[in-house]
């Protein structure tokens, strides 16, 4: 009896540390998905106008690695929070069974509600909103697209 429950014992420590993701391995995950984005466009809350679009591999890389996803906070967003403007994160559709490279639609995968004086945003996809608090350095960075 011993010897069996002493198997099971070892049996669920080795499964449950074969589970063990570190924060390394999570925070290139995040890394990865967002970096599969081919454009990113700042676009002004006031006029709607596009401000800036960025296309370039390298710039967006920066971009995200600016962002400092593993230090967001899950947090309720204050009311008194007053939009500035909003990035989306955009990339071509995949390609179909059948379907023509040049037929594919660059389609918004994601957005990023930014809020002026506070250190806040807003993820909003796939019809779902999720909102953080960031650092000061990262909400500085990311208010600089809309000045």
Known sequence: MKK????????????CGCDAVN???QESEYYSDLAKTQEITAISA???????????????????S????????LESLPE???LTGTFQFSQEETLKFGQDASDREISTICEILC???????TLKTAGV??????????????????Q
């Open 4 to 15: 069996i429950i002493l198997t099971i014992i070892l049996s669920a420590l080795f499964l």
């Open 129 to 146: 909103k999720i909102s953080f608090r960031v650092s000061e350095t990262t909400m500085e960075y990311l208010t600089q697209y809309f």
């Open 80 to 82: 008194t929070a007053k």
């Open 46 to 64: 006031d006029t709607s106008d596009i401000l800036q679009k960025m296309t370039e591999k390298q710039e967006i890389s920066d971009f995200i």
């Open 23 to 25: 924060e390394k391995e």
């Open 115 to 121: 809020y002026e004086d506070i250190p806040y945003l």
């Open 66 to 73: 600016a962002l400092d996803i593993e230090h967001w906070e």
